[in-house]
């Protein structure tokens, strides 16, 4: 053979693509996953068998209990047991209106459904940022919407208020523009309060009185089940932030001390304060501090409450990712010439919320699970209607059925929160992965 044949036999280049190969099975899918994460090691191993066999004993007795021999069509706890041994759920669907509604009347269980339904609506441009802008403005009208739903009474007080946000938003901007936004901000919240203690009552019952457009009137204590707690539970999380993030933002501000004071006295006593406490100051002492016939919703003495409690530790969680912010970041922004509110704004803040989005939803769902403490103070969340259902005849002598059932909606929620926040962590993680 000569040179140029056998150079030919060994220098050999392809003239098309090569198939790709599927990667050895012991490296990708379940297989490979199993063995790094349970059984890389004999220790491993072991302690995966040994979990394996304990799991196992445990769905053993509790499926069965749960699913095929449990009851979820009966009269009583009595029928329950005739039918079979296993749990009985059926207290769940008997009582399924009273756990979610409360007392609400039932011919009027539309308006809590709308609204619940029109809240994932206002909240869908806060959550994706893939749909119009222009749906903030239902976002903004939202909370008067539900509250005219919920409560009822004449269309006329949420027409107002709405009235006086707009107008406050005006006094911000006439004020600001001569002065500056600090004073604007305070003339805004000046005007809120005055209009809303002199004028609103009056005005709004002239107007009912003279017009009697509305919804029929649901007073408060006909509220309860998960009704009153998803009204406390997101109505706190939605005012606890931005409240979070003013007091963080005053406790770091070294130019006004008296402001900065005045932060850290309220989120020092705050966290130093359990909450039950601070509901029965909200259900019984506050009343002592108002003037004689003043009427103030226990519902939104506990909803003022809760959110302050949950604002105070929403402003350490802030103030936490504000620290941990470079200095140069802060420079940055001196150097293009922005203010204070534009630094913050446009830089500071944007960085410091997606740094806190782990220590927020911690909080918004620590904030969730602890509106069960309502029930402590007249209220009757979930919790709370559990024990008028066990007192009844019917159902004396259920145990872990309605816990079971209440754990479980609250799990999937709290569950669901925690899941978006990864997702919501992934989709701004602007970080070089190898």
């Known amino acids: 053979m000569s040179d140029t044949q056998s150079k030919n036999s060994l220098l050999y280049v392809s003239t098309k693509d090569l198939p790709e190969l599927p990667a050895p099975v012991n490296t990708t899918g379940p297989v490979a996953w199993m063995r790094q994460n349970l059984f890389a090691s004999v220790r491993d191993t072991v302690l995966t068998v040994l979990f394996a066999i304990l799991v196992i004993a445990i769905l053993y007795k509790l499926i069965p209990w749960m699913l095929t021999d449990a009851v979820f069509f009966a009269d009583s706890i009595r029928n329950c047991r005739e039918i079979d041994t296993g749990a009985c759920f059926a207290v769940v669907t008997s009582r399924f209106n009273q756990l979610i509604f409360g007392f609400y009347p039932p011919e009027l269980y539309w308006r809590p459904i709308l609204a619940f339904l029109l809240m994932f609506v206002a909240f869908a441009p806060l959550l994706h940022d893939n749909l119009p802008r222009k749906l903030l403005w239902f976002t903004g009208v939202f909370p008067l919407l539900a509250y005219f739903l919920l409560w009822g009474g004449a269309i006329w007080g949420p027409l107002l208020i709405l009235a006086m946000v707009t107008a406050a938003v005006f006094v911000f901007s006439l004020v600001s523009k001569p002065l500056n936004s600090t004073l604007g901000l305070l003339a805004a919240i000046a005007f809120c309060l005055m209009y809303y203690i002199f004028l609103h009552d009056s005005i709004s019952g002239a107007l009912a009185s003279a017009m009697p457009i509305g919804l029929e009137f649901v007073e408060s204590a006909k509220f309860g089940g ?67 016939g003043t009427t103030f919703d226990l519902i939104l003495r506990v909803i003022i409450m809760v959110t302050l409690f949950a604002a105070a530790y929403m402003a350490e969680v802030v103030r936490g990712g504000l620290a941990a912010l470079p200095r140069g970041q802060y420079e940055a922004a001196d150097a293009l010439g922005l203010n204070y509110w534009q630094a913050t704004r446009l830089i500071i803040l944007p960085q410091a919320l997606k740094i806190s989005i782990p220590g927020i939803v911690n909080t918004f769902i620590g904030l969730f699970k602890d509106t069960v403490l309502v029930s402590i103070v007249g209220i009757l969340d979930p919790v709370g209607i559990m024990q008028p259902i066990r007192s009844t005849s019917e159902w004396n002598g259920i145990i872990w059925e309605l816990p079971i059932f209440i754990g479980l909606v609250f799990f999937i929620f709290c569950f669901t929160m925690s899941r978006y926040s990864m997702y919501f962590e992934r989709k701004l993680d602007t970080g070089h992965r190898s």
């Open 226 to 292: 998960f009704l009153i707690t998803f009204v406390i539970g997101v109505t706190g999380i939605v005012a606890s932030l931005p409240l979070g993030i003013v007091l963080a933002l005053g406790r770091k501000s070294d130019n006004m001390p008296v402001v900065k004071m005045l932060c850290v006295g309220f989120i020092e006593f705050i966290r130093g304060v359990p909450l039950i406490t601070l509901l029965f100051v909200a259900s019984t002492l506050l009343n002592y501090f108002l003037p004689p």
